[in-house]
């Protein structure tokens, strides 16, 4: 067939829509990013990406975009997130865990990847955030990862919002976890309040616990004030601070940058996870920088 004749031919099949459906998945596919940036970045002095890793397809990888500032001398301290509802997106948590990971870390939320303007679906568990540290370990001993030797497997944080809270303090007494962080949750007063899918946890398994501890709650609006007080209440075997800002359960992780949450939670995971003494004195001294502040009401054991 000459070339003037196949070109009519093609011409003709596209026209009465022979190749729309391929193309059609091709353009789909072209306008989903598998790669994206949360605002700008972050205000850390790495700017962060978001995506999902083909070796993880049910978990969602916050990290600096240029790894070449890691290395042997200066790893990325891990933390494991789960999302409030147990969902299995972390589409309510963008901007915090982006914010978060702008400061020299790598975060692995449960949930693939949410495309903007997309919430996810689904219900995750527990056993998830155990799935991101056992891959995070793993990446960081394999040669063909961009994790490879960049990563401080010595130093890893559980946290979680709401039902993500309380996958965290079931993961939580994992021997490899360094410290654990509870936004607007805590374990049921009344075991039976929960809601179908949440873990099933009594106040327990708090005498679990083995790390540092930090609560942020959203003050006595916070629909999950009452239990993360009473938690705070009676963990006596360990260090454990509680901030309260009065917003509610829903926090500010949707604000520019998170917000307030965002800017505690660095400062303790810089604090807990990369030894950063300034970062501590938010939450260290009588009294301690963050009392200074008059959005936030705090209270601590066991930290000088």
């Not at 072209?30 to 990406?49: L, N, Q």
């Not at 290395?71 to 972390?90: D, H, M, V």
């Not at 007494?173 to 899918?197: L, Q």
Request: aromatic share 10%; net charge positive; hydrophobic share 40%.
């Amino acid at each position: 067939m000459k070339k003037r004749n196949l070109f009519w031919v093609l011409a003709a099949f596209t026209a009465i829509g022979f190749f729309q459906p391929a193309l059609a998945q091709t353009e789909a596919s072209a306008t989903k990013p598998t790669v994206r940036m949360i605002e700008d970045g972050g205000t850390g002095p790495y700017s962060a990406i978001i995506y999902t890793d083909k070796s993880l397809p049910t978990h969602t990888i916050f990290r600096p975009k240029d790894m070449s500032a890691f290395g042997k001398a200066k790893k990325l301290p891990i933390i494991a997130w789960g999302n409030g509802a147990c969902a299995n997106s972390p589409w309510e948590h963008l901007n915090f865990l982006s914010e978060v990971a702008s400061h020299g870390f790598v975060v692995i939320a449960i949930g693939p990847m949410p495309q903007e303007g997309e919430k996810g679906g689904g219900k995750s568990t527990s056993s998830q955030m155990t799935d991101a540290i056992n891959w995070a370990i793993a990446q960081n001993s394999d040669k063909k990862s961009p994790f490879y030797n960049k990563l401080d497997v010595s130093k890893i944080a559980v946290s979680g919002m709401s039902c993500g809270g309380l996958q965290t303090l079931e993961t939580a007494p994992d021997p490899r976890v360094t410290t654990a962080v509870i936004c607007n949750s805590g374990i049921f007063v009344n075991a039976a309040g929960g809601f179908p899918g949440m873990p099933n946890l009594t106040k327990d398994n708090l005498l679990k616990l083995h790390t540092p501890t930090l609560y942020i709650l959203g003050g006595e609006k916070d629909i999950a004030y009452g239990n993360g007080m009473d938690d705070f209440n009676r963990i006596n075997h360990l260090p454990v601070f509680v901030a309260n800002m009065e917003v509610g359960h829903g926090g500010t992780y949707s604000q520019p940058h998170g917000g307030e949450f965002a800017k505690v939670a660095t400062a303790w995971f810089k604090w807990q996870l990369k030894g950063d003494a300034e970062a501590g004195k938010m939450f260290a001294g009588n009294p301690c920088g963050l009392s200074q502040n008059p959005l936030w009401k705090v209270d601590k054991k066991k930290i000088p």
